[in-house]
């Protein structure tokens, strides 16, 4: 399994963008880059995910580097109801078709005003 | 609405009793799945299940049952097994031609 690594906390202040870093140096060609987010005390919401273009939706931006060891979530203009924790997740694809998100730790993002 | 329910939204147990979780979803998903979360710790999978009638362990299986008679219902039933069942207790599940998997709002559980 490719595992990743984030900053335990950061601070983001309201209207910036911010900028959130993970390095994933074992993962493998067909694994994808997930980004989830959790709000306290509720269920894990799904924010975008990638193999190697970057990507962006309505919610943020997903930088890959080119090796793909490491990505880098943006959100564009950061609210209040951005503060959550966020999760950088590796995809482990197991038996066929079977898939299984592996959460760490993740990292705490608490913006300011 | 489509969506995931989690019911109740609390549990309490007591010492020796076995309790389950319901979790149920209308938006036709294939997959479900069960993660455990403990207080400033991310989340770990007990089991899942790809169809109707067939479920896998995951990380951290022991002391848990589920079953899956329906495609729309995957329950989790926590036994006395389970020596340390407090926790927060989250279903997911995904389409099968999709990666992405969508949370319910999960049911907090606590022993007396």
């Known amino acids: 399994d490719a595992k990743t690594t984030q900053p335990t906390s950061m601070d983001c202040a309201e209207g910036r963008a911010a900028n959130l870093p993970c390095n994933h140096s074992?993962?493998?060609?067909?694994?994808?880059v997930y980004w989830y987010r959790q709000i306290h005390s509720q269920g894990p919401q799904y924010i975008i995910h990638g193999l190697k273009n970057n990507e962006t939706n309505e919610m943020a931006s997903l930088i890959i580097t080119e090796d793909r060891k490491s990505s880098t979530l943006i959100l564009p203009h950061a609210t209040l109801r951005d503060t959550a924790v966020y999760y950088c997740i590796v995809r482990v694809l197991e038996r066929s078709n079977d898939y299984k998100l592996s959460f760490g730790a993740g990292t705490t993002v608490t913006v300011r005003a | 609405d489509g969506g995931i329910t989690q019911s109740p939204k609390y549990l309490f147990r007591k010492e020796g009793q076995n309790v389950t979780l319901s979790c149920e979803q209308n938006l036709n998903h294939d997959a479900m799945y069960w993660y455990r979360q403990d207080p400033g710790q991310g989340l770990r999978l007990i089991y899942y299940s790809q169809i109707v009638n067939d479920f896998q362990k995951g990380d951290i299986a022991e002391g848990y049952s589920v079953s899956r008679e329906k495609k729309e219902s995957f329950p989790l039933t926590v036994t006395s097994a389970q020596k340390n069942p407090t926790a927060f207790y989250l279903c997911?599940?995904?389409?099968?031609?999709?990666?992405?998997?969508?949370f319910g709002p999960g049911t907090r559980l606590l022993v007396l």
């Open positions: 074992t993962i493998s060609g067909n694994e994808y």
């Open positions: 997911a599940s995904r389409k099968g031609t999709e990666e992405t998997q969508y």
